[in-house]
């Protein structure tokens, strides 16, 4: 799978250990930066992430921040994007099947390597089952998403 992947400083250390993870899993990942602890803004990572899986460029994205919370809430301002706040593996997965998130967020100081491994893999395994109430659902946001 296509994947992007970004993060500000706080979500810098989590990022480079799932990078190479993610490679090894067999996904194709463009890092969108930050590429140190210097001091960085979430919003330009969670855009940048989130303008790659708008338009195209990957299939689903990663946002990793210091609580995961700025970025989710920046990722969710654009359109077509659904982006999850997600801390537990059930979530990860549902998130996917029910209401077809694309970009996943996740807490750098919140959750640690091992858990933060588990939620990747599930979400990235996981597939929106389209059903009927799950359609209808979706159908609903993105007509928020149009101002209706």
Known sequence: MKLAIGGDHAGFPLKQHLIPLLKQWGHEVN????????????PDFAKAVGMAVQKGEAERG??????????????????GIRAALVSDTYSARQG??????NVLCLG?????????????????????????????????????????
Do not use: W
């Open 108 to 148: 750098g100081r919140v959750v640690g390597t091992a858990l933060a491994e588990e939620i990747v893999k599930a979400f990235l395994a996981a597939r929106f089952t389209a059903e009927e109430r799950h359609l209808r659902r979706l159908g609903k946001v993105r007509a928020l998403e149009e101002g209706k």
């Open 96 to 101: 996917v099947d029910h209401d077809d998130v």
């Open 62 to 79: 990663i946002i990793v921040c210091g609580s995961g919370i700025g970025a989710c809430v920046v990722a969710n301002k654009l359109k």
């Open 31 to 42: 890092d969108l930066g930050a590429h140190n602890t210097e001091p960085s803004d979430y």
